[in-house]
């Protein structure tokens, strides 16, 4: 398993300005995952992160408004920028371990003003 | 239509099963999860299957697959309050990220 912390746990944001989220793991880990989850929906996958490369991003989601740092194993930042009240959400660090399965993060509460 | 879902609610009272029902489509789904999400926490794997299961029991928790009707399905025996949480369906392949569907919310009462 993996035990994964995330900081902030919440967070309330001005409009134009931007946030970012760090995630840490208990163990090295190859690929790391961020995930929105809206209210009332499914979790949205937004990029995978992986050490050493560039990451690796989903449809409707771009470098400019998410970038991502993956700077070592264990860690992982995303930045929410130039946020709109669009952006509130429930922001996920997701990581693979111990073959198929999948491990989350508590989740950063955002609430964009 | 999605990939994967489920119905979005469902109350039962304290002490009775719970049955909380998911359908999928990709047919070369390898892995089927279930995850539980307590307020204002991430997700919590419960459970998994492989496809070429039909059955898996966990304590309380009894997980069945139909894979001809891609049909999931976790049943709760004893229900108690603490698990009320939303539960989320989730299909898979190998190293390929999983799908979830949009969650049931599991409500318990006295």
């Known amino acids: 398993s993996a035990v994964i912390s995330q900081k902030p746990s919440r967070d309330i944001c001005q409009r134009g300005t931007s946030l970012t989220i760090q995630c840490q793991v208990d163990?090295?880990?190859?690929?790391m995952f961020w995930y929105r989850q809206q209210p009332g929906q499914s979790l949205t996958l937004i990029a995978t992160?992986?050490?050493?490369?560039?990451?690796?991003?989903e449809s409707g989601f771009v470098i400019d408004k998410f970038p991502i740092s993956r700077p070592n194993l264990t860690f992982s930042t995303l930045t929410v920028s130039n946020m709109s009240p669009e952006d509130s959400s429930i922001y996920l660090c997701?990581?693979?371990?111990?073959?198929?399965?999948?491990?989350f993060g508590p989740g950063t509460r955002l609430t964009v003003t | 239509g999605e990939d994967v879902e489920q119905s979005l609610f469902l109350s039962v009272r304290e002490g009775d099963s719970s049955v909380i029902n998911c359908t999928y489509t990709?047919?070369?789904?390898?892995?089927l999860y279930w995850y539980k999400q307590e307020p204002g926490a991430g997700l919590q794997l419960l459970t998994y299957?492989?496809?070429?299961?039909d059955m898996k029991q966990d304590q309380r928790l009894t997980v069945l697959l139909n894979k001809k009707d891609k049909h999931l399905s976790l049943r709760i025996a004893d229900t108690q309050t603490g698990d009320s949480a939303i539960y989320f369906c989730?299909?898979?392949?190998?190293?390929?990220?999983?799908?979830f569907g949009r969650g049931t919310s599991l409500i318990v009462h006295p």
């Open positions: 997701s990581v693979k371990a111990g073959g198929n399965e999948q491990y």
């Open positions: 163990s090295q880990v190859t690929m």
């Open positions: 992160a992986n050490q050493g490369s560039e990451a690796t991003y």
């Open positions: 990709d047919s070369s789904s390898t892995y």
């Open positions: 299957i492989f496809s070429n299961m």
């Open positions: 989730a299909e898979g392949r190998g190293s390929y990220i999983p799908t």
